[in-house]
C-alpha cells in the first residue's frame, strides 16, 4: 500500500554533505512514523533518526549533531540531511515506514552512500 524511492545517495568526501530523500506513495494516511537506518557490509541494520506524525524526532547517538530528519507533507518526503560525513558512515542508507499498532511497515530500496578519505 505505501511505496518508498530514495535518492541523493553517492560519493563525498570525509567532511562532506549529502541530503538524502524518501518519496512516498500509496496509503500514506496510514503511516503516523518516518525513518532513517543503514546497513554496511556484514553489519546489522542500525537506526539512525525517526520522526513521527507530530513532528516529533529521534536520534541516534553517533548521528546527534550530524544528521537531520525533516518532513515534507506536501511532497509526501522524507529527508535525511548528513554533514560532517565520516569514511565510516560508508552503508546503504534504507527509508522506513510503519504504523506497528496496524502491523505496518513498509521499506525502501535503499540508496549507496560511500565516503572516501
Known amino acids: 500500500q505505501v511505496q518508498l524511492v530514495e535518492s541523493g545517495g553517492g560519493l563525498v568526501q570525509a567532511g562532506g554533505s549529502l541530503r538524502l ?43 546527534k549533531g550530524r544528521f537531520t530528519i525533516s518532513r515534507d507533507n506536501a ?4 529527508y535525511l540531511q548528513m554533514n560532517s560525513l565520516k569514511p565510516e558512515n560508508t552503508a546503504v ?19 549507496q552512500v560511500t565516503v572516501s578519505s
Open 21 to 63: 530523500s524518501c518519496a512516498a506513495s500509496g496509503s500514506i494516511l496510514s503511516i503516523n512514523t518516518w525513518d532513517w537506518y543503514r546497513q554496511a557490509p556484514g553489519k546489522q541494520r542500525e537506526f539512525l533518526a525517526l520522526i513521527n506524525g507530530g513532528g516529533s524526532t529521534n536520534y541516534a547517538d553517533s548521528v
Open 75 to 78: 511532497k509526501n518526503t522524507v
Open 93 to 111: 542508507y534504507y527509508c522506513r515506514a510503519s504504523r506497528r499498532s496496524f502491523g505496518l511497515v513498509y521499506w525502501g530500496q535503499g540508496t
